[in-house]
DNA sequence: GTCTATAGGCGGATAGAC
DNA sequence: GTCTATCCGCCTATAGAC
């Protein structure tokens, strides 16, 4: 029972990081979700205690993702370049695992309640700075040029941000083709 | 008097691009937008005829300036890297210049009414299809790597897209200084 | 657990006075 | 041109029957 209760409550935020993705967060109503659940709307309060709760739910479950990913990347035993690859393919996985979720949380974050928005915000600089730190490392050990960090930062976030809006399951190019492609441009340069 | 007109038009989607960033194209309500003005929600009905009609014209007129400025790069004398150089030069002053019409451009396009949505969307094909095109001549010429097409392509476009979400005036890197790092990144890579 | 009914609020937009 | 007043619809969420 309490396992049923779960199953119909991962369906419910399914479905809701589907159709958020699609008319955001503000531009879906509960009436829309529950018709995609096939319940009313007031059955669905049965699960969750708000419409904010979902989004919530949402964008953490994917912060948290990437902060853990990141600390384990940390600890290995590798160049700041690997390191650094290793993150983007990361990315890149976790936004063909979790597209919906994932377009979600970089489009509808703005619109979570004041105070997880600022946590939210926190993790995100957190995250951040983690990330800055590697290139700043792998550019002090000589492994990177010398380019901006703040820049070289977002141009690698913005690089993977990309497949949110673009990947389909059964497009024609592969998962791994995709990854390698990326990373060419981002380390060697699109350039010959 | 339409001189006058004009002016408060121009100051009501200006400060219309600000809200919609920051809160949202659904989670500003004309109110919070006369607030802003100065005069009451009702008044403003005096100078536009909807709100979807705000957005409208901040989606269009930042796509068309795309459209426009791609076509006359495409008109230039200059090898397909050049071009591309340029391109991304111009997206990041069209976004500096414009950053809130720029950002909600990107973000609450989908908010768009039937109609101009799919216009709206026509046209950014289009644009993308231009863009590829350049890629694929360079690649052709020699003078890039042979990358997937699509994934250049939107490698491109979202790394000058997050400048939108990172630049603010006064920031202590120059826009010469933000172009040539993202250049350099794109066309040399970021690895020594 | 799911429903019907509905409270209560906010939103876009209009009517009409001044 | 700007206001006040207001219509009307949609929204989230709750109450309470079954």
């Not at 205690?49 to 993702?65: A, G, H, P, Q, V």
């Not at 990361?90 to 979600?104: D, G, P, T």
Request: aromatic share 8%; net charge positive; charged share 30%.
């Amino acid at each position: 029972m309490s396992t049923k209760k779960s199953k119909k409550l991962d369906l419910i935020l399914e479905e809701a990081a589907k159709l958020f993705r699609q008319k955001g967060f503000a531009g879906t109503s509960m009436r829309d979700l529950a018709e995609r659940i096939g319940i009313d709307a007031a059955s669905m309060y049965h699960y969750i205690s708000s419409k904010d709760e979902l989004l919530r739910t949402i964008c953490f479950n994917i912060s948290n993702t990437y902060i853990s990913q990141l600390a384990e990347i940390e600890q290995t035993e590798a160049t700041y370049a690997e390191k650094l690859k290793a993150l983007v393919r990361l990315h890149i996985r976790i936004m063909i695992a979790k597209s919906a979720e994932v377009s979600v949380t970089n489009n509808d974050w703005k619109y979570l309640a004041e105070d997880s928005l600022s946590r939210f915000k926190e993790q995100r600089k957190k995250y951040e700075r983690g990330v800055a730190a590697l290139l700043e490392k792998g550019v002090a050990a000589g492994e990177f040029q010398a380019v901006n960090t703040s820049v070289a930062l977002f141009t690698i976030l913005s690089a993977v941000r990309w497949v949110e809006l673009w990947w389909r399951p059964g497009r024609e190019i592969s998962t791994e083709e995709l990854e390698n492609s990326i990373i060419t441009i981002l380390f060697k340069g699109l350039e010959k």
